[in-house]
């Protein structure tokens, strides 16, 4: 069984800048939750989606957002990049729901300079 | 106070040890509780995963829950250097995972 597919694997973008990211889920799971991961902050939650609705979203800035699709395939948008988004972004994969047994991609470290 | 509490160490021990990682948290709305290995430069990788108090094992693993202590551990018995990495609680609800900031640990041959 295939796992979480996130695509790029790393990105350098510059300031001012919009950027995509995108998440296949592992196949029969419907819930794609997004993480950014820092060296000070950790992991920190930015929104879940089932079934093509967002059903909580964390405490970040509205530049960033993100859909889900009919297949639960899943994009995340930033857009006016700023150096402090500069992190690992974790796409995480559920059967049902993003507070149960998620299971992360590889994720995509994203540089902005 | 943090939602989740977890010491960042790093922890090195030498291979056979027992290691002891632990969080605590503070939200009672807190249902699941999972441990989570993440090696350098990868991705966090599901280690274990449990919704009710008490011990759950898997090979040389135990996840322990007390809910009443909202305090979370996770054992490694026979520890061996590909342990090494990076150990993150979490728990869930409201359909996100709230992490601690992980716990280095390194296992020597």
């Known amino acids: 069984k295939a796992g979480v597919t996130q695509t790029p694997r790393y990105l350098i973008k510059t300031r001012g800048q919009q950027v995509t990211l995108s998440c296949s889920p592992i196949s029969g799971h419907r819930s794609v939750s997004w993480y950014q991961q820092t060296p000070g902050q950790g992991l920190q939650f930015l929104f879940e989606y089932f079934s093509e609705t967002q059903r909580n979203k964390g405490n970040f800035p509205g530049r960033f957002s993100g859909r889900q699709f009919s297949n639960s395939r899943s994009e995340m948008n930033v857009s006016t990049l700023e150096l402090g988004d500069s992190a690992l972004y974790l796409c995480?994969?559920?059967?049902?729901?993003?507070?149960?047994?998620?299971?992360f991609g590889q994720g995509t470290r994203l540089t902005v300079v | 106070q943090k939602e989740v509490e977890q010491d960042p160490g790093p922890l090195s021990v030498p291979e056979g040890a027992i290691v002891s990682l632990n969080c605590t948290y503070s939200n009672s709305a807190f249902q699941y509780f999972m441990w989570y290995r993440q090696y350098s430069r990868k991705g966090p990788e599901l280690l274990m995963y449990?919704?009710?108090?008490g011990n759950k094992e898997d090979g040389r693993f135990t996840a322990q829950v007390d809910k009443s202590s909202k305090y979370i551990s996770l054992f490694i018995r026979d520890s061996q250097p590909s342990d090494s990495a990076t150990y993150l609680c979490a728990m869930g609800s409201n359909y996100k995972l709230t992490f601690g900031k992980g716990t280095l640990l390194t296992v020597n041959p």
């Open positions: 449990t919704y009710s108090s």
């Open positions: 995480a994969s559920s059967h049902i729901t993003g507070e149960t047994e998620a299971f």
